[in-house]
C-alpha cells in the first residue's frame, strides 16, 4: 500500500497510534469532526483500548 493513502493518528481515548486509510483520492483532509456534508465518515478501532475513533475525511480545497 502505497505511503500516500494511510495517515496516522492517535486514539482520542487512549492516546495509541493507528493508521487509517484515506477513503478515495478527492477526500484527502482528515478532520475530528465534520465540516462539510459531503465529508466521509470513517470508524477506526483502537487496538490498545478498543474504543472507536471517528474521522472524517474532506475533499482539500483546490487553488483557482
Known sequence: MPSNTIKYFSCIYCGAEFIAVKP???HTKANKYKINRDDIETLHKCNECGKNNKIYWSEQK???
Open 24 to 26: 478515495d483520492d478527492n
Open 62 to 64: 483546490r487553488a483557482n
